[in-house]
């Protein structure tokens, strides 16, 4: 299987989203999730970032992007303004969890949420060895990086229930970007790398 | 990189009348213009430069005669800058109600003979977007590739894209707002008293006392220039430098920043007119597109066309048009669905940060322009 620019969950990503769809992207990086789902899927498409270098590569792409700080929310932004807002490995460096969730589904009618999931079996693996883990999904040393949330799979589905998210689809990929298929959660949350979600409102 | 060089401007007549938003007309004027690089046969490489509160048509390189007279915003402009002379053509005048040529207070009045002064009718940003729209029919541009300004450039940029949203492939607006603050109403109105209660004011028609409001003038300007400034800049320039290295118990220039203010002020009181800086002062405070919409601004950038990209750029240490300002804008553009990217540059020089050269900045503009096709 061949990746968009060795991000397998931007595949999954364009699967979900449909032609002519306003998408948000928060924590856009240079744009490239959203260059692909306007190139793929002709979607009407902003991003959200906070770095500069990263500002000015969206530009440079031609993608809308807007300059804001995640943990501020999403004043800028209207209730049910998008029908996608997407969060692509960046819950696990957003401080405010539960607001940041509230938020994207108050603009969006759909989240789509992705992280690396910490109980994968190589991460487990390396605690038990002594060493935080290191890896394609979780790939900086404990002491560089943005992440401030190390969660898993179950736990993120906990925290769903609990603030009544409904989860309308689940992909959970390994380190090699391929699909995990497994009837129970548990060995999911075991065997998945990085996991991908879409999230609705309770009805 | 080198900038354009040698310029020269010229002066475009219009005869039809004006008709201003506050009722009054202007039966004819000019327009000193500048342009800069090449109308390409479609017309479609024109980017229009808005000027601020004391701008004029002189953007960008020096007269053959002048060669220390820098255009404004010279760092931005020429081959191989983010406005691109080799790829655009850059158009910049000097609004009407102006000092620098164009038709203002100190130019005569045709039914009197006699300077304007005080009788020139009050113009508005929408006045002057009207103005560039017949200045754009003269050179046959349909569309301008971009309309770019900072500060009250920037409220001409948003109006150029509102009032005449088909003629706008990209805006560029910088540093600037919506609509004023209280704060910022405050500041103009502490500027224009000094003015008009400068004994050389005669009710505005000072030219024909052979006088000129010269202390109000300075005043309004070493006023708006603290206003222009961060406190961290001007505290890292000036401090609490004396510039005899101890006090001398008087009211004479002591603080390096007393120096610098009175200096800033004399510069500008000798070639700027004060019936210009009230009127400018006075379009910044009325400037209120959402007035169109009993205030929602949201509906009137709804006014504004779907394929237009919008460029807004804040500075975080400018709080004369502060970030937040900027960000209403956004917001309004993405409540209707707009294509609409936003910066918020972190530069140390406050409001006068739009008038820097820095590499991101300038980066910014220079990627977002390299978008346009031609």
């Given at each position: 299987?061949?990746?968009?620019?060795?991000?397998?969950?931007?595949?999954?990503?364009?699967?979900?989203?449909?032609?002519?769809?306003?998408?948000?992207?928060?924590?856009?990086?240079?744009g490239?999730?959203?260059?692909?789902?306007?190139?793929?899927?002709?979607?009407?498409?902003?991003?959200?970032?906070?770095?500069?270098?990263?500002?000015?590569?969206?530009?440079?792409?031609?993608?809308?992007?807007?300059?804001?700080n995640?943990?501020?929310?999403?004043?800028?932004?209207?209730?049910?303004?998008?029908?996608?807002?997407?969060?692509?490995?960046?819950?696990?460096?957003?401080?405010?969890?539960?607001?940041?969730?509230?938020?994207?589904?108050?603009?969006?009618?759909?989240?789509?949420?992705?992280?690396?999931?910490?109980?994968?079996?190589?991460?487990?693996?390396?605690?038990?060895?002594?060493?935080?883990?290191v890896?394609?999904?979780?790939?900086?040393?404990?002491?560089?990086?943005?992440?401030?949330?190390?969660?898993?799979?179950?736990?993120?589905?906990?925290?769903?229930?609990?603030?009544?998210?409904?989860?309308?689809?689940?992909?959970?990929?390994?380190e090699?970007?391929?699909?995990?298929?497994?009837?129970?959660?548990?060995?999911?949350?075991?065997?998945?790398?990085?996991?991908?979600?879409?999230?609705?409102?309770?009805? | 990189?080198?900038?354009i060089?040698?310029?020269?401007?010229?002066?475009?007549?219009?005869?039809?009348?004006?008709?201003?938003?506050?009722?009054?007309?202007?039966?004819?004027?000019?327009?000193?213009?500048?342009?800069?690089?090449?109308?390409?046969?479609?017309?479609?490489?024109?980017?229009?430069?808005c000027?601020?509160?004391?701008?004029?048509?002189?953007?960008?390189g020096?007269?053959?005669?002048?060669?220390?007279?820098?255009?404004?915003?010279?760092?931005?402009?020429?081959?191989?800058?983010?406005?691109?002379?080799?790829?655009?053509?850059?158009?910049?005048?000097?609004?009407?109600?102006?000092?620098?040529?164009?038709?203002?207070?100190?130019?005569?009045?045709?039914?009197?003979?006699?300077?304007?002064?005080?009788?020139?009718?009050?113009?508005?940003?929408?006045?002057?977007?009207?103005?560039?729209?017949?200045?754009?029919?003269?050179?046959g541009?349909?569309?301008?590739?971009?309309?770019?300004?900072?500060?009250?450039?920037?409220?001409?940029?948003?109006?150029?894209?509102?009032?005449?949203?088909?003629?706008?492939?990209?805006?560029?607006?910088?540093?600037?707002?919506?609509?004023?603050?209280?704060?910022?109403?405050?500041?103009?109105?502490?500027?224009?008293?000094?003015?008009?209660?400068?004994?050389d004011?005669?009710g505005g028609?000072?030219?024909?006392?052979?006088?000129?409001?010269?202390?109000?003038?300075?005043?309004?300007?070493?006023?708006?220039?603290?206003?222009?400034?961060?406190?961290?800049?001007?505290?890292?320039?000036?401090?609490?430098?004396?510039?005899?290295?101890?006090?001398?118990?008087?009211?004479?220039?002591?603080?390096?920043?007393?120096?610098?203010?009175?200096?800033?002020?004399?510069?500008?009181?000798?070639?700027?007119?004060?019936?210009?800086?009230?009127?400018?002062?006075?379009?910044?405070?009325?400037?209120?597109?959402a007035?169109?919409?009993?205030?929602?601004?949201?509906?009137?950038?709804?006014?504004?066309?779907?394929?237009?990209?919008?460029?807004?750029?804040?500075?975080?240490?400018?709080?004369?048009?502060?970030?937040?300002r900027?960000?209403?804008?956004?917001?309004?553009?993405?409540?209707?669905?707009?294509?609409?990217?936003?910066?918020?540059i972190?530069?140390?020089?406050?409001?006068?940060?739009f008038?820097?050269?820095?590499?991101?900045?300038?980066?910014?503009?220079?990627?977002?322009?390299?978008?346009?096709?031609?």
């Amino acid at each position: 299987m061949t990746h968009t620019l060795g991000r397998p969950d931007f595949d999954v990503i364009a699967s979900w989203v449909k032609p002519g769809h306003r998408v948000l992207d928060l924590g856009c990086g240079d744009g490239s999730l959203l260059k692909r789902l306007i190139e793929v899927r002709d979607v009407q498409g902003w991003g959200v970032e906070i770095d500069d270098a990263n500002i000015l590569a969206a530009v440079k792409q031609g993608i809308n992007v807007i300059q804001s700080n995640l943990e501020n929310g999403l004043a800028d932004f209207a209730d049910d303004a998008f029908d996608h807002v997407v969060l692509s490995r960046t819950l696990q460096t957003v401080r405010h969890t539960e607001t940041i969730l509230r938020e994207m589904l108050r603009v969006g009618k759909e989240a789509v949420v992705s992280f690396p999931n910490f109980a994968y079996w190589k991460n487990l693996r390396s605690v038990l060895d002594g060493r935080m883990p290191v890896s394609e999904d979780l790939p900086y040393q404990w002491y560089d990086s943005p992440n401030v949330r190390f969660f898993t799979l179950l736990d993120f589905e906990a925290l769903c229930t609990q603030m009544g998210l409904i989860i309308r689809e689940r992909q959970v990929l390994d380190e090699a970007g391929n699909p995990v298929v497994a009837d129970e959660a548990r060995d999911l949350n075991f065997l998945g790398s990085l996991a991908v979600y879409r999230l609705t409102r309770p009805r | 990189m080198p900038g354009i060089g040698v310029v020269e401007s010229q002066r475009i007549h219009f005869s039809e009348p004006l008709h201003l938003r506050s009722g009054g007309i202007l039966p004819s004027f000019d327009l000193a213009v500048e342009t800069y690089g090449t109308l390409n046969a479609a017309k479609s490489n024109a980017i229009l430069v808005c000027h601020a509160l004391s701008g004029h048509h002189h953007i960008a390189g020096h007269y053959a005669d002048q060669p220390n007279n820098i255009g404004w915003w010279d760092n931005i402009i020429g081959p191989g800058r983010p406005l691109d002379t080799d790829k655009f053509f850059i158009v910049g005048l000097n609004n009407p109600g102006g000092c620098h040529g164009s038709t203002g207070p100190s130019s005569l009045n045709p039914a009197t003979g006699k300077p304007w002064g005080a009788d020139f009718p009050m113009v508005a940003v929408v006045d002057w977007v009207n103005a560039q729209a017949r200045l754009a029919d003269v050179f046959g541009i349909d569309q301008w590739a971009a309309v770019m300004g900072g500060s009250l450039g920037g409220m001409q940029a948003l109006r150029w894209s509102i009032t005449y949203p088909e003629r706008v492939r990209n805006a560029l607006i910088i540093a600037s707002a919506p609509k004023l603050s209280a704060q910022n109403i405050a500041f103009n109105d502490v500027a224009r008293q000094a003015i008009l209660t400068d004994p050389d004011f005669h009710g505005g028609h000072y030219y024909e006392h052979g006088t000129r409001p010269l202390r109000g003038l300075r005043l309004a300007r070493m006023l708006g220039h603290i206003t222009y400034l961060s406190n961290d800049q001007m505290g890292e320039k000036f401090g609490r430098e004396l510039r005899n290295n101890a006090f001398s118990f008087d009211f004479d220039v002591e603080f390096e920043i007393e120096s610098y203010l009175r200096y800033q002020g004399d510069k500008f009181a000798g070639y700027f007119d004060a019936n210009t800086y009230l009127l400018m002062t006075k379009a910044l405070d009325y400037f209120d597109p959402a007035r169109l919409d009993d205030g929602d601004l949201v509906k009137t950038m709804a006014r504004t066309h779907a394929e237009t990209n919008f460029l807004v750029a804040s500075f975080t240490t400018d709080w004369r048009f502060s970030p937040a300002r900027s960000r209403e804008i956004v917001a309004a553009l993405l409540a209707n669905g707009r294509k609409v990217s936003y910066a918020e540059i972190d530069l140390n020089y406050g409001h006068d940060s739009f008038l820097m050269e820095d590499a991101h900045y300038h980066g910014l503009v220079a990627a977002f322009l390299g978008n346009i096709k031609l």
